[in-house]
T-cell receptor, first 114, second 111 residues
Framework: KAGVTQTPRYLIKTRGQQVTLSCSPISGHRSVSWYQQTPGQGLQFLFEYFSETQRNKGNFPGRFSGRQFSNSRSEMNVSTLELGDSALYLC?????????????FGQGTRLTVV | KQEVTQIPAALSVPEGENLVLNCSFT??????LQWFRQDPGKGLTSLLLIQSSQREQTSGRLNASLDKSSGRSTLYIAASQPGDSATYLC??????????FGGGTRLMVKP
């Protein structure tokens, strides 16, 4: 059974550009959530999608957005990149949003903004 | 708002030692608690999942406990090995897979 797959693994972008990251959850999982990891702030919740609907959103500016497709694959987009957006972006998948579901993480996308 | 604290922030032990990592949280209305390990620059690997109704879980040399009334969880690692060196994260699920993370404990096991 394949795990959570994130692409690309590494990205280098210039300030002001936009970027799209992809996450393919474990087969059968319908919930995908996104997290940003930085040395200063640790791991912070960005948003969560279930059945193509955003169910929860963290405290990030509107430049951060996402979507989920009918096959549960999810993308997150960051527009007008800033240096502070440099981070490891992780996605997690779960069976659903019910009680007690285990979260499985991908290997992450390392974004560097120069 | 859930807040998760992990103590100690860093730990260095000789191989073979038993050790305990601590996690405290402020909101006991949780769905579950997971312990993860993270190797440098990598994703998170799930170690143990404790449901809200459970008190502990065991996997191999790892044992995790949960005490919701006191807002605490511990991860016990028996007979530590150099391969256990990593950052260990305590993660709370309060609602809808919106996870809250502790700051982590960076463990170094010396041969």
């Amino acid at each position: 059974k394949a795990g959570v797959t994130q692409t690309p693994r590494y990205l280098i972008k210039t300030r002001g550009q936009q970027v799209t990251l992809s996450c393919s959850p474990i087969s059968g999982h319908r919930s995908v959530s996104w997290y940003q990891q930085t040395p200063g702030q640790g791991l912070q919740f960005l948003f969560e999608y279930f059945s193509e609907t955003q169910r929860n959103k963290g405290n990030f500016p509107g430049r951060f957005s996402g979507r989920q497709f009918s096959n549960s694959r999810s993308e997150m987009n960051v527009s007008t990149l800033e240096l502070g957006d440099s981070a490891l972006y992780l996605c997690a998948s779960s069976l659903n949003t019910g009680l007690g579901n285990e979260a499985f993480f991908g290997q992450g996308t390392r974004l560097t903004v120069v | 708002k859930q807040e998760v604290t992990q103590i100690p922030a860093a730990l260095s032990v000789p191989e073979g030692e038993n050790l305990v990592l601590n996690c405290s949280f402020t909101d006991s209305a949780i769905y579950n608690l997971q312990w993860f390990r993270q190797d440098p620059g990598k994703g998170l690997t799930s170690l143990l999942l404790i449901q809200s109704s459970q008190r502990e879980q065991t996997s191999g040399r790892l044992n995790a406990s949960l005490d919701k009334s006191s807002g605490r969880s511990t991860l016990y690692i028996a007979a530590s090995q150099p391969g256990d060196s990593a950052t260990y994260l305590c993660v709370l699920n309060n609602a809808g897979n919106m996870l809250t993370f502790g700051g982590g404990t960076r463990l170094m096991v010396k041969p």
